[in-house]
């Protein structure tokens, strides 16, 4: 089984609809984030969370919201899409060296949104 | 000025060269570099990573840090089509900021 997963794998919505996407993960890690890619663009930082009663905003955090249910659950969602919001999404997981230095990122497969 | 920045693409290199991307980075404080390979529609997935200035090697691949320079690279040795991908260059300090990528295409 995936270690990082995501639900749904892809959504079609319309303007103004809230919409919930979920991410688990089995692999212990107390750190979690969100992040969207558009087309022909790297990865930008929604909302990431150090631990379940820390959430912190990243780049680009209008719109959307979090909520950190569990260790091993991150959710993100929309409470009203917007066609410009149309991205691919993707949860990831970390956790620090025992030395303070900071690990590689796990990511899920991602959710590909479509807002009409 | 961007935090995180990548040449620019696409980079196309012939089967069996040696490919070379780079990547520079704004925050001195900066402690942890990653390179990641993306297929097309895929989730990045962790290639290489360095901590310390010099070189790392990994079988084909090997990462160059420069920390006075403010530069980390990835060099890509007998290149394979399967290499061809978009590397994302990721500087982290308590998190990731990525750099938008640069496409490789190796040619048969």
């Known amino acids: 089984d995936a270690d990082v997963t995501q639900t749904p794998r892809n959504r079609i919505t319309k303007t103004g609809k809230r919409i919930m996407l979920e991410c688990s993960q089995t692999?212990?890690?107390?750190?979690m984030y969100w992040y969207r890619q558009d087309p022909g663009l790297g990865l930008q930082l929604i909302y990431y969370s150090f631990d379940v009663k820390d959430i912190n905003k990243g780049e680009i955090s209008d719109g959307y919201s979090v909520s950190r249910q569990a260790q091993a659950k991150f959710s993100l969602s929309l409470e009203s899409a917007i066609p410009n919001q149309t991205a691919l999404y993707f949860c990831?997981?970390?956790?620090?060296?025992?030395?303070?230095?900071?690990?590689?990122?796990?990511f899920g497969p991602g959710t590909r949104l479509t807002v009409l | 000025q961007k935090e995180v920045e990548q040449n620019s693409g696409p980079l196309s290199v012939p089967e069996g060269a040696i490919a070379s991307l780079n990547c520079t980075y704004s925050d001195r404080g900066s402690q942890s570099f990653f390179w990641y390979r993306q297929y097309s529609g895929k989730s990045p997935e962790l290639i290489m990573f360095?901590?310390?200035?010099g070189d790392k090697e990994d079988g084909r691949f090997t990462a160059q840090l420069n920390k006075a320079s403010q530069y980390v690279s990835l060099l890509i040795r007998d290149s394979q089509p399967s290499d061809s991908a978009t590397y994302l260059c990721a500087v982290n300090m308590g998190k990731s900021t990525f750099g938008d990528g640069t496409t490789l295409t190796v040619k048969p």
């Open positions: 692999k212990g890690h107390d750190r």
């Open positions: 990831a997981t970390s956790d620090l060296q025992g030395d303070g230095s900071y690990n590689e990122q796990f």
């Open positions: 360095i901590y310390s200035n």
